[in-house]
């Protein structure tokens, strides 16, 4: 593979969660029915959200939402994990089923680090040879569709090329979405920007079409939910593959009327209940069309909590970390699989899974076929979801570049690498009153630790990864690990680098209105700052 930009940088299940105390409820005794060769598929994916941020995945005051119904209809997966815990490497191991080091979601240069997202003006994106789920699925023969955050990648030769957006990765329909996503410079209601949100990082899009620069956040859910049924409406005989992905909960925080000031955890909770509304709308609708029994739905976040934003980021439940880190409140996403007659309503997997197994999962219910020449780190999770078998994955491995962090390993967790957490007293002393006063992420840009002596947790023991065992207590945990990295690395090769300074032309920020000096269009307000990058 060409690089786009840089080049090559080098450098040499089960859990005993005892904070959800919630016991498995078997469903009705008789055969599971046997679901059809191709089922609808129907992803949901939340930004940002926390293990511990819904009542059914343990927190104490959220309101119940129709994700929590959903939970009580199908599958709770205690063990599913990002595969990195932040938005863009996230997305694209969830999208291809490979690990970001493979498709080289990192900066060649030394200024440039500690970069994994794509930003408004990188000229690079998830490279069209990767293949996505939606198109092993298309060559499947399903009708594909998408709303809501991309985040990877945008225009690559020219303002309005549109070279990255997700029309060139498999979706037949695009409703609208977010290229970049929502970030803390979208905010509309003068809490954090001062001046009202700032154009050049937030844009609509319907399609590949720019139609707000910035966007109106009021009734943004609901034009997701109107285009996804819109879709499944109009998708005709063929099965259909529909990705879902919010905006929530990720900072700006944002609802309508309907759910504003509704929840007692304040502006975050708020988000939560309309994000759970969404979810509702969309089970039902297909329950009314009589296509429930035929679909797999899959609810999902993309990476953990941004706990560094006070009340205003999410709840890691009994784990510790979060959004930039790779300790388990980072990476740990609260997932629910529901589809009526083949998901025994109630059930509970403790497996140990991970968002890149669903691209390969969805491939394989689906009837479709991997590529031949590409390595996965993904496996099917049928026997998991279907059969009550045990986890595919014996060891699940977290790299940056070639850097290994951390090897999940059963209920073992063997840490090579880590951020210093924050303490409370940096979180705290961001925070006034609860009030997040700057956006940041503990881990971006600092200096990771090496561990001369890996760390190893008995999360059964130790969830929070707070007391390292003895070389003498974890006994061949070890020699197992180490004898897996050997095997691993064997076909473990690193992409080359796609992020980084030469990856960046301020000239391909979008832009909606090109003969204002803000690009801002079709939106109320009408002052903006004047700056593209």
Known sequence: MTPLCGGRRNS????????????????????????????????????????????????????????????????????????????????????????????????????????????????????????????????????????????LGINKDEEGDGYWLPSRQGFDFVGHNLPFGNTWTCDENFVHMTDGPTPNR?????????IQQPYEHSNLT???VADAKYFIENSGEDPFFFYFAFAHVHVSLFANEEHRGKSVRG??????????????????FLKERGLA???????????????????????????????????????????????????????VSYETASLMDLMVTFTDIGGGELASDTLYDGRSLRGVLFDGEQSPHEYLFFYFIDYLFAVVHNQYKVVFRSYEPPTIATISGNCSEGFPIYDYTYGFPSEFITHDTPLVFNLYRDPREMYPLAPDVYGDVM???????????????????????????????????????????????TSFTSMRC
């Open 12 to 151: 040499a299940g089960l859990i005993c969660l005892v904070y959800l105390a919630i016991l498995a409820v078997t469903g009705a005794s008789g055969s599971r029915r046997e679901f059809a060769q191709q089922p609808n598929i129907l992803l949901l994916l939340a930004d940002d959200m926390g293990f511990g941020d819904l009542e059914s995945f343990g927190h104490p005051y959220q309101e119940t939402t129709p994700i929590d119904r959903m939970a009580e209809e199908g599958m709770r997966m205690l063990s599913m994990y990002a595969a990195d815990s932040v938005c863009t490497p996230s997305r694209a191991a969830l999208m291809t089923g490979r690990l970001p080091s493979r498709l080289g979601l990192f900066a060649w240069d030394e200024k440039h680090k500690n970069e994994k997202n794509f930003g408004p003006s990188h000229l690079s994106g998830l490279p069209l040879e990767e293949v996505t789920m939606a198109e092993t699925l298309k060559d499947a023969g399903y009708t594909t569709g998408m709303v809501g955050k991309w985040h």
């Open 202 to 210: 937030c844009f609509l899009y319907y399609g590949d079409e720019l």
């Open 222 to 224: 609901q034009k997701f």
């Open 267 to 284: 502006d975050y909770g708020d988000n939560v209940l309309e994000l759970g509304w969404a979810v509702g709308e969309m089970l039902d």
């Open 293 to 347: 029994e035929n679909t797999l739905v899959v609810f999902s976040s993309d990476n953990g909590p941004h706990v560094e934003l006070c009340t205003e980021g999410g709840d890691t439940g009994i784990f510790s970390g979060g959004k930039g880190s790779f300790m388990e409140g980072g990476l740990r996403v609260p997932t629910v699989v529901w589809w009526p007659g083949v998901i025994e309503p109630g059930s």
């Open 479 to 525: 020699d197992n690990v180490m004898a897996a990295l050997v095997e691993f690395n064997k076909t473990f090769e690193v992409g080359l680098a796609i992020l980084g300074g030469n990856c960046i032309d301020c000239q391909l920020v979008p832009c909606c209105n090109k003969t204002s000096d803000d690009c801002a269009c079709n939106y109320p307000g």
